[in-house]
Structures are given as structure tokens and as C-alpha cells.
């Protein structure tokens, strides 16, 4: 999964273009549930928070690493 650092503004875009309701507000900045996050595989070519993201805050997460093949599966699991 990807996640989002504390570089996040809070400006609330990434929200909304999230396929699979992964974002949230979280205590101090947004936050990406990595059960949820696909990296947008199934869904979109690109992760679709990274391209509107204007501060360029979302990485990928070092303590959720996963290949295309795990994300396609999880992409399976969350669709059923
Ligand atoms: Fe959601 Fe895609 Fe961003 Fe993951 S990469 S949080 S699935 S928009
Ligand atoms: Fe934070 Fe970037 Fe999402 Fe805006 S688009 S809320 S700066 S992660």
C-alpha cells in the first residue's frame, strides 16, 4: 500500500478519488488504511491520490510492501 506522510496539507483532494475508501482524516493528517489500499491496481493504471496530491506526500509504505500480484489479490478480495 501507499502511505501518506506528515508533509500532508489536509487540502482533502485524495478523498474522493480513492476507488477503494481508503483515505480518511486521521488525528493530524490524512491517512491510508493499508487493508484498503490497492495501490489503485484493478481500478486505475496510476494510483489516482499520488497524481492529484499537491504537495507529492504520498510514498510507498516501507512496512507494507506488496508485489502486483498481492494487490491484484487484494484488489479480488475487496471487489469479491
Ligand atoms: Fe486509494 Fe489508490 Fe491512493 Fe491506494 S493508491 S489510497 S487505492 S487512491
Ligand atoms: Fe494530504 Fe496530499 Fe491528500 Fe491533500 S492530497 S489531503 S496534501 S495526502
New binding site residues.
Given amino acids: 500500500?501507499?502511505k501518506i506522510t506528515d508533509q500532508c496539507v489536509n487540502c482533502d483532494v485524495c478523498e474522493p478519488?480513492?476507488?477503494?475508501k481508503?483515505?480518511s482524516l486521521g488525528r493530524e493528517y490524512y491517512e491510508?488504511a493499508p487493508d484498503l489500499?490497492?495501490?489503485?491496481v484493478g481500478h486505475h493504471d496510476e494510483?489516482?491520490?499520488v497524481i492529484v496530491c499537491p504537495v507529492e506526500c504520498i510514498i510507498p509504505d516501507p512496512e507494507h510492501p506488496e508485489s502486483p500480484d498481492a494487490l491484484l489479490a487484494k484488489y479480488a478480495r475487496l471487489t469479491g
Fill in positions: 500500500s501507499l478519488v480513492c476507488p477503494n481508503a483515505i491510508i489500499c490497492t495501490e489503485c494510483p489516482q491520490c
